[in-house]
């Protein structure tokens, strides 16, 4: 007996194969590159803390035994740090996990959820897997437009993300406007904050949004431990009212966080000289590299994470693509945007000093052929 098309396997829900799967940023080069400078996923030119990776290498011969399911030591460095209470706070897999748990929990079918034209790829991706429906806002000038924003607000939001900075563009809202954002939405409609490269904004009009957490029922903040030396131990944790942490703790995985990020999470956090010197670093270098760039004639976005958005000429010569395919072969990984709706564009790490002038050298004779 033959079987209809749609009964021969097992079929995935609706609408999950109208998703888009998020794709990273590349990390190799072609062979026979002799040194490969990765400038694609934002990590840290200075590493991890040395305070980290001597933590990880104290856990590893307990790695037959489970992790603490709260992540409670870790929560408490935590709440030591940004004088918070523990209790408001949940680590996670990355703060991709608790986006997606968010996602989850907060959304049901035909809801709907904003969203900036620039934003982080993943809000889409959870949005559509609880089957819901994103919103997407146009940006002025590469900011989130916060009237916008409120301009959409229907019955049917439930939440809205707002990544502060955002990624890839590096812009920022102000705190006071993050304010009016949160003024005008109902109480309802659930505001997640975004702060994965708080650490790097040295702003006086910027505030990750610890202070609107702890004053309002329908806030949270995201944070990451990746962009500051701990990408690969993926280390993510969110700041909420008790009654969302209640919820999100139902849902998670039991031993969601493991051992060694623990462990290596717990020595980062408190290494506060080694985070300083990442962001004198980063202060530095963005600011000297978005110099060149823009000498070379290169538009730069302003940027107050630890990357820049560099946009190419039109012409086919000096198009980004062509950037692109250029500093690949010498070593060079930047990260192509057309996805985050820049096809002209390359999203560039702050580097080592010899990776930041090394491409700068590059992009100039690029330029001049």
Same mark, same amino acid.
């Given at each position: 007996?033959?079987?209809?098309?749609?009964?021969?396997?097992?079929?995935?829900?609706?609408?999950?194969?109208?998703?888009?799967?998020?794709?990273?940023? &590349?990390?190799?080069?072609? =062979?026979?590159?002799?040194?490969?400078?990765?400038?694609?996923? /934002?990590? /840290?030119?200075?590493?991890?803390?040395?305070?980290?990776?001597?933590?990880?290498? @104290?856990?590893?011969?307990?790695?037959?035994?489970?992790?603490?399911? !709260?992540?409670?030591?870790?929560?408490?460095?935590?709440?030591?740090?940004?004088?918070?209470?523990?209790?408001?706070?949940?680590?996670?897999?990355?703060?991709?996990?608790?986006?997606?748990?968010?996602?989850?929990?907060?959304?049901?079918?035909?809801?709907?959820?904003?969203? !900036?034209?620039?934003?982080?790829?993943?809000?889409?991706?959870?949005?559509?897997?609880?089957? %819901?429906?994103?919103?997407?806002?146009?940006?002025?000038?590469?900011?989130?437009?916060?009237?916008?924003?409120?301009?959409?607000?229907?019955?049917?939001?439930?939440?809205?993300?707002?990544?502060?900075?955002?990624?890839?563009?590096?812009?920022?809202?102000?705190?006071?406007?993050?304010?009016? $954002?949160?003024?005008? $939405?109902?109480?309802?409609?659930?505001?997640?904050?975004?702060?994965?490269?708080?650490?790097?904004?040295?702003?006086?009009?910027?505030?990750?949004?610890?202070?609107?957490?702890?004053?309002? @029922?329908?806030?949270?903040?995201?944070?990451?431990?990746?962009?500051?030396?701990?990408?690969?131990?993926?280390?993510?944790? =969110?700041?909420?009212?008790?009654?969302?942490?209640?919820?999100? /703790?139902?849902?998670?995985?039991?031993?969601?966080?493991?051992?060694?990020?623990?462990?290596?999470?717990?020595?980062?956090?408190?290494?506060? %000289?080694?985070?300083?010197?990442?962001? %004198?670093?980063?202060?530095?270098?963005?600011?000297?590299?978005?110099?060149?760039? !823009?000498?070379?004639?290169?538009?730069? !976005?302003?940027?107050?994470? /630890?990357?820049?958005?560099?946009?190419?000429?039109?012409?086919?010569?000096?198009?980004? %693509?062509?950037?692109?395919?250029?500093?690949?072969?010498?070593?060079?990984?930047?990260?192509?945007?057309?996805?985050?709706?820049?096809?002209?564009?390359?999203?560039?790490?702050?580097?080592?000093? @010899?990776?930041?002038?090394?491409?700068?050298?590059?992009?100039?004779?690029?330029? &001049?052929?």
């Amino acid at each position: 007996m033959s079987q209809t098309p749609d009964k021969a396997r097992p079929i995935p829900r609706a609408g999950i194969m109208d998703i888009d799967a998020y794709v990273p940023g &590349k990390s190799t080069a072609p =062979t026979g590159v002799a040194k490969v400078y990765k400038l694609s996923s /934002n990590e /840290n030119p200075l590493g991890p803390s040395p305070k980290a990776i001597e933590a990880a290498r @104290e856990i590893a011969g307990k790695l037959d035994v489970y992790p603490d399911g !709260t992540a409670r030591r870790l929560r408490e460095a935590i709440a030591e740090v940004h004088g918070l209470n523990p209790a408001n706070i949940i680590c996670s897999n990355g703060s991709d996990e608790i986006l997606g748990l968010l996602a989850q929990t907060y959304l049901s079918p035909g809801d709907e959820a904003v969203i !900036t034209e620039h934003a982080f790829m993943v809000y889409k991706i959870y949005i559509q897997s609880a089957g %819901a429906v994103p919103v997407t806002i146009k940006e002025k000038e590469e900011r989130a437009d916060i009237d916008a924003i409120l301009a959409a607000i229907t019955p049917r939001t439930k939440i809205v993300f707002l990544a502060n900075p955002n990624n890839p563009t590096g812009t920022y809202v102000p705190f006071q406007e993050v304010r009016r $954002l949160h003024s005008g $939405l109902p109480r309802h409609v659930l505001l997640v904050l975004d702060a994965a490269y708080a650490e790097y904004v040295r702003r006086n009009d910027y505030e990750a949004g610890i202070e609107l957490v702890g004053s309002a @029922e329908n806030v949270v903040m995201t944070r990451t431990f990746s962009k500051i030396g701990l990408g690969g131990a993926r280390i993510g944790w =969110t700041y909420a009212p008790m009654h969302i942490v209640d919820a999100i /703790n139902r849902v998670r995985g039991p031993f969601n966080v493991n051992a060694t990020a623990i462990e290596a999470g717990i020595a980062a956090i408190r290494d506060r %000289a080694h985070v300083e010197r990442s962001v %004198a670093h980063n202060e530095t270098w963005l600011a000297w590299l978005s110099e060149e760039f !823009t000498k070379l004639g290169l538009r730069v !976005t302003p940027s107050v994470g /630890n990357f820049v958005l560099v946009h190419f000429p039109e012409d086919n010569k000096h198009s980004a %693509a062509a950037a692109d395919e250029y500093l690949t072969a010498r070593g060079y990984i930047l990260r192509r945007v057309s996805g985050y709706g820049f096809p002209n564009a390359l999203r560039m790490t702050v580097g080592t000093e @010899e990776a930041n002038r090394g491409v700068v050298a590059a992009l100039t004779t690029f330029l &001049k052929s």
